[in-house]
């Protein structure tokens, strides 16, 4: 594994970077204060390439490798998470598992408005009841002629009440657990369906988090997703990259919080010397920059494996465990080296600090990683 950036990539991540610092920056702040979903950047997004990475280009794409996708939520996650968050979901998840077990003519039919940012795509798994235990979901899915019935509650999906196409995972045989799972395409203003409570956060308060109803919803046969009853294998599959995904957007708030640490200890002055020239925050800000820079080596590893079409299910989890751990970690980290100042809403750390909780929990749980990865090891 070559650690270099190709120029290619290197390309992708200034683009990446200038994107996020002239565009996403400026409205940061008031997107997380008023906690409204940034249409104007997702548009903008779109037309930059970034709301269909890894999708090939004859669907509308920008057919990039695994490590550029890593590299693109890095830096948008270093300004806003709500935003990486949004753009996370959308590929990593939706429109990933569309092209991923799609038919041609499903591919054709919605990829091309979804890789523009056109259309927004969100992926229903959770349940109420069924949230590290999955395949517990309780939502089910009934053929009757050509149709599909589906009935049920998801909870918590991003971008759910305002999503055009929705990937939806429902028991299509209650008798096989994991194995009686299916994944079917739900558009939005389908009869039946229909946006439920929308959550209030702690934090990337510029998402749309909120539930989706089901009842007795007709969805025609053609968009069942796949396989008849292979749906939640494939949903496990997905998660793996989605994984490597949330460990980038994890690394890119903790390198923003290092960011701004590095600049308030150069310029901050106590007992007549910069801060900067204290050891005990050198060392800090050291430990710091090796957690962010061991992180970023896990996931660059992770999606290296993915680019090579290798199996990387144990490398994902082992990116995102310690990538969110970490992150974590130095999110409190910055506020302490900025004190009081850290603590008051008009600099960023207390919204980094609150946006990367998510990370320890979305697509899979801390402990459910470390589930993940004693699986892989044979335990």
């Given at each position: 594994m070559d650690l270099k950036l190709t120029s290619n990539q290197e390309k992708i991540q200034h683009a990446a970077r200038h994107f996020s610092s002239t565009v996403i920056t400026p409205r940061a702040a008031d997107i997380d204060k008023k906690g409204c979903f940034p249409w104007e950047v997702i548009k903008q997004a779109g037309k930059q390439g970034f709301m269909g990475m890894t999708i090939p280009k004859k669907y509308g794409g920008s057919e990039?490798?695994?490590i550029s996708y890593s590299l693109v939520l890095e830096e948008i996650a270093r300004v806003c998470g709500s935003t990486a968050l949004t753009v996370e979901a959308h590929n990593s998840l939706g429109i990933r598992h569309l092209y991923a077990k799609g038919t041609e003519d499903q591919r054709k039919k919605y990829l091309p408005s979804l890789t523009t940012g056109e259309h927004i795509a969100a992926w229903a798994l959770?349940?109420?009841?069924?949230?590290?235990?999955?395949?517990g979901m309780q939502t089910t899915a009934a053929q009757e002629g050509n149709e599909w019935i589906l009935n049920g509650t998801k909870t918590f999906i991003t971008s759910g009440k305002i999503a055009d196409v929705l990937v939806v995972m429902a028991k299509t045989d209650?008798?096989?657990?994991?194995k009686g799972i299916s994944a079917f395409i739900v558009e939005k203003g389908t009869p039946g369906f229909s946006p439920g409570v929308e959550e209030d956060k702690l934090g990337l308060r510029g998402?749309?988090?909120?539930?989706?109803?089901?009842?007795?919803?007709?969805?025609?046969?053609?968009?069942?997703?796949?396989?008849?009853?292979?749906?939640?294998?494939g949903a496990m599959e997905i998660l793996d990259a989605g994984r490597t995904a949330i460990a980038s957007m994890a690394v890119g708030i903790a390198q923003g919080a290092l960011n701004e640490?590095?600049?308030h200890v150069k310029k901050r002055k106590q007992f007549n010397k910069s801060l900067s020239s204290f050891q005990a925050i050198q060392w800090m800000i050291a430990d710091m920059a090796t957690q962010i820079e061991a992180s970023r080596l896990l996931i660059h590893q992770a999606a290296y494996l993915e680019g090579k079409g290798k199996k990387f299910t144990k490398e994902a989890s082992m990116a995102k465990l310690f990538s969110s751990t970490i992150?974590?970690?130095?999110?409190?980290?910055?506020?302490?080296?900025?004190?009081?100042y850290g603590y008051m809403m008009d600099r960023p750390l207390e919204r980094f600090l609150r946006d990367v909780k998510l990370c320890e929990i979305g697509e899979g749980t801390s402990e459910i990683q470390r589930l993940v990865i004693s699986r892989q090891l044979g335990l």
């Open positions: 990039m490798d695994p959770t349940e109420a009841h069924a949230g590290s235990d999955a395949a209650k008798t096989r657990g994991a998402t749309v988090t909120s539930e989706l109803v089901f009842e007795d919803c007709h969805i025609p046969q053609e968009n069942l997703l796949g396989e008849q009853n292979n749906g939640f294998i640490s590095i600049a992150a974590v970690h130095v999110a409190r980290k910055a506020i302490q080296i900025h004190g009081g």
